[in-house]
């Protein structure tokens, strides 16, 4: 029998072992819901959209609607031309959205569809859109499919049509709805006038009325995506999830593109609060600065239960960066961060955080649990925070853990409850303090048990 060795486990390069992220279609799927009146579509088998739609349900804790082209064997064999026409006129005839977003699969992909010829031959009734992205499930992410919908948006609606409209563009890259409201909360508090894009607030975090919405009274209307090419600037937050459609609509309708952090901690939301003072001549109001003034007070008062803690992170990308450098100002030791999804970038800009931190840490993009696992053994940490699926490694490893990303599929709540902002920031900093009180209580009572004895 071979005797592998932690080392020997996270030289693995072919093959992936519980990876940190899930398919392209899932990041598509849920740009589209932020859609007004959008209804995804996954050009595919059945399967594949049952996947789809069941992850975001489970994590959001909200139905999730989307069709699909039912691919059987002739579809898979002869290509899935016939299925989407038939689909577009079925879906338009019953559910009558005011717009279809298609995404592919990995076996529509793998057939080669050439999907804009099939729009084209279409029944599309006057004043309906359709639109598409290419998202083969066998490459890069949950985020690289949102990156590509959003672009995908872009590409189809957006106009320049020489008339200013004042506003600003804002993507919100891949976070829950409670974060985008949090995001839209701030700049209404500035007096900015803005387009968010896309907008799951009231669509995933819908009222209960009583009374069943196909489609929610939330989402960027369709208008305003086209209308998003007359605007001052676009702002893209988190530069794996947003970055290329506002780069996207930089080059299409002269728009200028600034790519930010996803503002979570203290550093990543002042340069956002500024960057929008400088962008649009508005103050940051006294309400705003009294909250941070709030945050610093709560780190100043909770310091000493997590300074010099290590801690390892996983999740997405975007939020793997801008959660590094938060935990790093609050006197953490981010010992391992990792994410699933692809990009030689993300360990450039980690590295360069813990240089600066004389941080001796491991960052690996494309990673897995398994390998972040391994890490744990050679070198324990004292918290682990990632989403749902690192429960495992927490409970084999005796590590109190913060769920916090996506997905969170064992706990409610969470994503009404924002972690961008000044506000998010309070609410991570209780999750971490609160997590390492219970271990310490928890130590301390069997510390008790143990004198009794």
């Known amino acids: 029998m071979l005797d592998y060795t932690p080392k020997e486990y996270s030289k693995r390069e072919a093959l992936n072992i519980n990876p940190a992220k899930t398919c392209q279609p899932v990041g598509a799927m849920y740009a589209a819901l ?39 064997e002739g579809g898979a064999v002869f290509g ?29 992909e793998t057939i080669g569809d ?40 872009i590409k189809y609606l957006a106009v320049n049509s020489k008339t200013p409209n004042g506003k600003l563009n804002v993507i919100p890259g891949f976070v829950n709805p409670g974060d985008m409201r949090e995001i839209k909360r701030l700049m209404k508090e500035m007096g ?24 929610p009274k939330g989402g960027t209307k369709v208008q305003e995506i086209i209308d998003a090419g007359n605007s001052t600037a676009t702002l893209a937050l988190g530069s794996f999830a947003s970055a290329d459609g506002a780069f996207e609509l930089e080059k299409k309708c002269k728009v200028p593109a600034k790519v930010l952090k996803t503002p979570i901690g203290v550093k990543a939301t002042d340069e956002f609060l500024m960057t929008l003072s400088k962008l649009t001549g508005n103050a940051v109001p006294e309400e705003i600065e009294d909250e941070r003034g709030q945050l610093v007070d709560i780190m100043v008062d909770c310091h000493y239960h997590y300074h010099g803690k290590k801690v390892a992170i996983f999740g997405d990308p975007d939020l793997c960066i801008a959660l590094t450098e938060f935990v790093i100002s609050l006197g953490m ?17 980690i590295n360069a955080m813990f240089a600066e931190a004389g941080i001796d840490g491991k960052v690996k993009a494309l990673g897995d649990l398994f390998t972040l696992h391994q890490w744990m053994k050679e070198e324990a940490v004292d918290l682990l925070m990632g989403g749902t699926h690192g429960k ?53 009572a069997d510390e008790d048990m143990e004198l009794i004895m």
């Open 392 to 444: 495992y490694i927490a409970r084999a490893e005796d590590v109190p853990f913060v769920r916090i990303g996506f997905p969170i599929l064992d706990r409610s709540v969470h994503s009404y409850m924002p972690i961008v902002g000044y506000k998010g920031a309070m609410r991570i900093i209780e999750m971490i303090s609160n997590a390492l009180l219970d271990r310490q209580d928890r130590d301390c």
């Open 333 to 349: 030791i981010p010992k391992y961060v990792v994410t699933g999804t692809p990009g030689e970038a993300f360990e450039r800009e």
């Open 34 to 72: 932020g859609i007004h009146k959008c209804l995804p579509h996954s050009h595919g088998s059945q399967g594949c959209c049952s996947f789809h739609r069941m992850f975001l349900t489970r994590n959001f804790r909200d139905p999730v609607m989307a069709s699909t082209s039912s691919f059987t």
């Open 114 to 153: 050439d999907i804009p010829t099939y729009i084209m031959s279409s029944q599309i009734p006057e004043g309906k859109i359709v639109i598409h992205a290419n998202t083969p499930s066998y490459q890069g992410s949950h985020i690289t499919g949102f990156s590509n919908m959003v672009k995908g948006m």
């Open 80 to 108: 899935g031309g016939s299925n989407l026409k038939t689909a577009i006129k079925n879906v338009f005839s019953i559910y009558n959205p005011d717009m279809i977003a298609i995404h592919t699969t990995c076996l529509s």
């Open 192 to 215: 900015i006038a803005f387009t968010m894009l896309p907008d799951t607030s009231n669509v995933l975090d819908a009222p209960m009325t009583g009374k069943f919405e196909m489609y």
